[in-house]
């Protein structure tokens, strides 16, 4: 599997994710990555940073110009803690965590953010409006409700799945309620 070869994949899956999907600016774009099964190997067995370094700076590559947040979700060696640069997680409230990553605790591509970011931090919880998951690592659990999941036509990246995910906020309410603001607003329906 070639650096090449992965770019290429991320770059035809993101482009179509966010032609899908806008997300709000300053928001936080979740990714969860096994490069192990990038490379066609169970989880965990053959993490590569040289992989986690082509994810970092391909997705990065989409999520500066509308200035969007990445949090790099890492394995379960670290109680899927998440990378993220301190300022984000201090602006959303995140508490902060004493663990760092390691290439067999936290992954790949978690030691590839933590060294690209300026100020990595780890939090334990986020709240993220979208992200993919590269390779069923469950990133689920990161992305606010309500969860969408969004089709792809190119699901993979190497030889690992890939799932997208965008959220909205909950409909609430019975029949009464509305979801668009318009002149029927206003009308008495009693």
């Not at 990553?101 to 334990?124: K, L, M, R, S």
């Not at 409006?129 to 969860?147: L, P, R, S, Y």
């Not at 909205?168 to 009308?187: C, H, S, V």
Request: some cysteine; glycine content about 8%; hydrophobic content about 40%.
């Amino acid at each position: 599997m070639t650096r090449e070869t992965i770019k290429n994949d991320l770059n035809e899956l993101l482009t179509e994710y966010f032609e899908k999907v806008v997300l709000p600016e300053n928001s936080i774009f979740v990714v969860g990555c096994s490069t192990s099964e990038i490379l066609g190997k169970w989880k965990g067995t053959d993490s590569s940073l040289d992989v986690g370094e082509t994810v970092v700076e391909t997705v990065q590559s989409f999520l500066k110009p509308p200035h969007l947040n990445l949090a790099v979700q890492g394995c379960e060696h670290i109680n899927r803690a998440l990378v993220l640069e301190r300022a984000v997680a201090e602006r959303h409230g995140f508490e902060i965590v004493s663990v760092k990553p390691a290439i067999h605790a936290g992954g790949g591509t978690q030691v590839a953010a933590y060294q690209q970011f300026d100020d990595p931090v780890e939090v334990e919880h986020i709240v993220a409006d979208g992200g993919i998951d590269i390779g069923g690592t469950e990133i689920g659990m990161h992305v606010k409700f309500v969860q969408i999941p969004v089709r792809l036509a190119h699901r993979d990246v190497g030889e690992a799945r890939v799932v997208g995910l965008s959220s909205r906020p909950k409909l609430i309410g019975w029949e009464r309620a509305r979801y668009t603001f318009t002149e029927d607003n206003l009308k008495d329906i009693r």
